[in-house]
Structures are given as C-alpha cells and as structure tokens.
C-alpha cells in the first residue's frame, strides 16, 4: 500500500520508432479491419477527403486553424481554383441507422476491443530513470 507508481515507471522519448511500430501494428491488424470490421468512420472521413463541398463551419475552422495569417482574397482564388463549394449544412452525417448499429455493436463488443488495447505512458524528451534522485 501506498506505493508511489511514478517512481517505478520509465519514460521514453515519442520518436520515429514509436511512428513505425504503430504503424506496423495497424497494418497487421488489416488497417484496423480485425478491431474495427466495418469502419463507418473511415467511409465518412474518405467521403469528405474527396468531396469538392464542405460546410461553412468546417471552412472557417480550418482557415482559423492552418491559413489565419492568408488574406481572405488569396483564398477566395484557391476555392475558386479547386472549385470548392461552402455550404450552410454539413456535407457529411451519420443516418439513425448508422448510430443505432454502432451503438449495437459497441455493447456487443467492447469488452473484446477494449481487451486488445494496451497503453504504454510515453512523453516527449528524454529517457528518464523515475527511481534516480
């Protein structure tokens, strides 16, 4: 009792190895179709990826995000140039359907996919010895 976990633990550095091993780790599980069989989510992020239309929100949080230093007329050029299209509405949602079998099939298997995760607590920089004084 009262033992003192973070000073059992090791820290190691975030780097392209982590990258790899994860990356490896998705493949082997098919990209996820052995955690994730039918991955609606995948469907919907490909279907905005490849879609000329997005929402006005959408819009505005990535310009605030990635182009807040880019004056309004450059990008009105770069929509115009990609014949991208802002609407009011969101381009992409799920059916009730789509939430109902998620929702289903969460209950049915989490305890399978929360069994297949392990977490590892990492942070950026160096290694750190927890014990060392």
Request: aromatic share 14%; glycine share 4%.
């Amino acid at each position: 009792m009262g033992e003192d976990i973070q000073r059992s633990m090791m820290f190691f550095p975030y780097s392209g190895l982590f990258a790899n091993m994860s990356n490896f780790i998705f493949n082997y599980t098919n990209r996820s179709e052995k955690l994730f069989p039918k991955d609606i989510l995948e469907e919907k992020a490909k279907a905005i990826r490849e879609s000329k239309h997005f929402s006005r929100k959408a819009f505005f949080m990535a310009k605030e995000r990635y182009f807040s230093s880019v004056d309004d007329d450059t990008i009105q050029g770069w929509l115009q140039d990609e014949n991208i299209n802002i609407q009011e509405s969101p381009t992409t949602s799920f059916t009730e359907r789509e939430k109902q079998d998620f929702y289903t099939s969460w209950e049915k298997n989490k305890e399978t996919f929360l069994g297949q995760i392990i977490v590892r607590k990492v942070r950026p920089g160096g290694t750190i010895d927890a014990n060392k004084k």
